[in-house]
Nanobody, 129 residues
Framework: QVQLVESGGGLVQAGDSLRLSCAVSGRTFNSYTMAWFRQAPGKERDLVAAIRWFNGNTYYTDSVKGRFTISRDNAKDTCDLQMNSLKPEDTAVYYC??????????????????????WGQGTQVTVSS
């Protein structure tokens, strides 16, 4: 049974940092893309960052470039999101997700949430001004 379990959310002030972690289990994720989405109240679930597990290629949405870093640890089976210089507009529930993408795929991520196969339960990040 595949499980994604997030941790690391919380309440911080603008300019602070947080590190979210997603523990993955239940299968080998070498042919998967891992991603972090976020959803603010009344808004859609948006892609924040993605990483291709087998080669480490990454994608970031424009609003987090230079502030957020996505990574994966093969030994620990985790996918982390390091968030620096947090802003109030980063406030949202953050979700870890996994999408099966064969290693020969030319595009390694999708911004469409419905294409992802597995989801974590979400973790709240609140940034006060």
């Amino acid at each position: 049974q595949v499980q994604l379990v997030e941790s690391g959310g919380g309440l911080v002030q603008a300019g602070d940092s947080l590190r979210l972690s997603c523990a993955v289990s239940g299968r080998t994720f070498n042919s998967y893309t891992m991603a972090w989405f976020r959803q603010a109240p009344g808004k859609e679930r948006d892609l924040v960052a993605a990483i291709r597990w087998f080669n480490g290629n990454t994608y970031y949405t424009d609003s987090v470039k230079g502030r957020f870093t996505i990574s994966r640890d093969n030994a620990k089976d985790t996918c982390d999101l390091q968030m620096n210089s947090l802003k109030p507009e980063d406030t949202a529930v953050y979700y870890c997700a996994a999408d099966h993408r064969p290693t020969y795929s030319t595009t390694f991520y999708s911004s469409r949430a419905y294409e992802y196969d597995y989801w974590g339960q979400g973790t709240q990040v609140t940034v006060s001004s």
